[in-house]
T-cell receptor, first 113, second 113 residues
Framework: DARVTQTPRHKVTEMGQEVTMRCQPI?????VFWYRQTMMQGLELLAY????????DSGMPKDRFSAEMPDATLATLKIQPSEPRDSAVYFC???????????FGPGTRLTVL | AQSVTQLDSQVPVFEEAPVELRCNYS??????LFWYVQYPNQGLQLLLK??????LVKGINGFEAEFNKSQTSFHLRKPSVHISDTAEYFC???????????FGPGTSLSVIP
């Protein structure tokens, strides 16, 4: 049963520290999404890639967030420096034209103190 | 631009009673429609999807939804709920099955014994 994996599952850090979240999409999926879930904003898209190229990162604060796909099996989301308002659950999802929905990972729960 | 409205933020219902969770969407183009469920401290699980064809869509766990184009609605129903259905439910839209997903704010379903 193919799944999207995310690491770490939980991260507690202090304000100002760098945070890196990783996502392994389902093999063969060429589109990867990063979403963020907070109580105040709900679920919102941060960025997404197709064939490793960024298609839309308008939801991402550019000054501190960066998203990359070093290769087809790994997507990363970095926050530097982190702030308490970044505390949220970050979901990765993957999909492709040959499947009829996105598949979500279990999420990374980030707490910035 | 697309948007999703879920009119009820919280829905309490007694066990074995029927339930309807309402969803309305706005879009200038044809969309794909989804319902996701999120159990406490869990990721997102797809309940059902409407891509095309029959307007009545059946999903997992006994849920179904009906697409109404004239009313731009996609309400979720279950004839008899169980305690285990207690969760957050998200309605969502997308231009294609592999495009970014726009989520509604969510409806918290609480099943009362």
């Amino acid at each position: 049963d193919a799944r999207v994996t995310q690491t770490p599952r939980h991260k507690v850090t202090e304000m100002g520290q760098e945070v890196t979240m990783r996502c392994q999409p389902i093999l063969g999926h060429n589109t990867v999404f990063w979403y963020r879930q907070t109580m105040m904003q709900g679920l919102e898209l941060l960025a997404y890639f197709r064939n490793r190229a960024p298609l839309d990162d308008s939801g991402m604060p550019k000054d501190r967030f960066s998203a990359e796909m070093p290769d087809a099996t790994l997507a990363t989301l970095k926050i530097q420096p982190s702030e308490p308002r970044d505390s949220a659950v970050y979901f990765c999802a993957s999909g492709s034209k040959t499947v009829d929905t996105q598949y979500f990972g279990p999420g990374t729960r980030l707490t910035v103190l | 631009a697309q948007s999703v409205t879920q009119l009820d933020s919280q829905v309490p219902v007694f066990e074995e009673a029927p339930v309807e969770l309402r969803c309305n969407y706005s879009s200038s183009v044809s969309v794909y429609l989804f319902w996701y469920v999120q159990y406490p401290n869990q990721g997102l699980q797809l309940l059902l999807k409407y891509l095309s064809g029959s307007t009545l869509v059946k999903g997992i766990n006994g849920f179904e939804a009906e697409f109404n184009k004239s009313q731009t609605s996609f309400h979720l129903r279950k004839p008899s709920v169980h305690i285990s259905d207690t969760a957050e439910y998200f309605c969502a839209v997308s231009k294609t099955s592999y495009d970014k997903v726009i989520f509604g704010p969510g409806t918290s379903l609480s099943v009362i014994p």
